[in-house]
């Protein structure tokens, strides 16, 4: 089959080609509940940049050469002897997640702390492919109203994002604020989630005025441009005290230091996006109570719960297709924030 593969690391994302288009053995049916799954669309993530630079190397303990690619959705292409309930055609989106099902975690419904997982596209071969191994137990099957090439981002960004929306919208109620910094891949879905989900004013919170417009076309109640006066314009909101939640879909740079400035005290400020640090004094912690919360993808249950609100339509995925040949131009854009929503490779 084709494949999309990584041979070396870029830790400054200087150069123009880093997966290499070529043939590759395809995966093949090993144990009673795999699955093949023929690739109809796999997202092009910003953990898969985070990749490239080596961040992950030792998170991951992958060997080079493989294959990246964690949001994936296809076809059903074969099955193991023990599947039931999915056959060969079906339309499905996988859960990035591959697990047993029988360790306590995994009984418990917290699939992302399973013991033993695999996680394709990051510690094993993913989906920038023709093809993909994963489980039954990953699988969930597509209503007609949806494509796998439109679905495929929602097993990360929107899983991610729709997981520490829902976590807000357990505490917030009408009359509060919540902000969302950063309206990208993952921001506008949240900010979607949220109004589906909760009747707090949302306040959207990026350096760009084409993802501003992007957040008001989500249903954000209120814009505010990212020019270094963020936080007095949410404290202006909010009448001096802070948004009642922060959810930040950019953790790096100055939008951690800024985030948790925005949040009032006894506030939540919920951390998605990484790659900077989380520095509070004790004394501050003590003093403002204000709770922060890590995020990391979701469960397979909330997987399901995310589709429901697409069948419905009430979350919408703004997409970019790329031949799966093109995965190199696919990364350069997302590289060069030219990507408005997600990339999705189509082989």
Sequence with gaps: MKAAVLHRYDEKLAGQEFVQYEDVPAPRIESPADVVVRIGGAGVCRTDLHIIEGIWREKSNVALPYIMGHENAGWVEAVGSEVDGIKVGDPVVCHPLVTSGHCLACRRGNDMHAVGSSFPGINANGGYA???????????????????????????????????????????????YVAVIGVGGLGHIGIQVLKALCAASIIAVDRSDVSLELAKQCGA???????????????????????????????????????????RNDGFYYIVGYGGRVEVPTLDMIASEKTIVGNLVGTYAELVELMALADRGRVNLRTKEYRLKDANQALLDLHHGKVRGRAVLVP
């Design 130 to 176: 023709e093809y993909l191994k994963t489980s039954q137990r990953s699988l969930i099957k597509l209503p007609k109203t949806l494509a796998p090439k439109d679905v495929a981002p929602y097993t990360d960004a929107g899983l991610t994002a729709y997981r520490a929306a829902k976590k807000a919208s357990r505490h917030l109620l009408p009359g509060q």
């Design 221 to 263: 109640d209120h814009l505010i441009k990212a020019d270094g006066n963020e936080v007095e314009a949410i404290k202006e909101l909010t009448d001096g005290q802070g948004a009642e939640a922060v959810i930040d879909f950019v953790g790096e740079g100055d939008a951690v230091k800024k985030g948790l400035a925005a949040t």
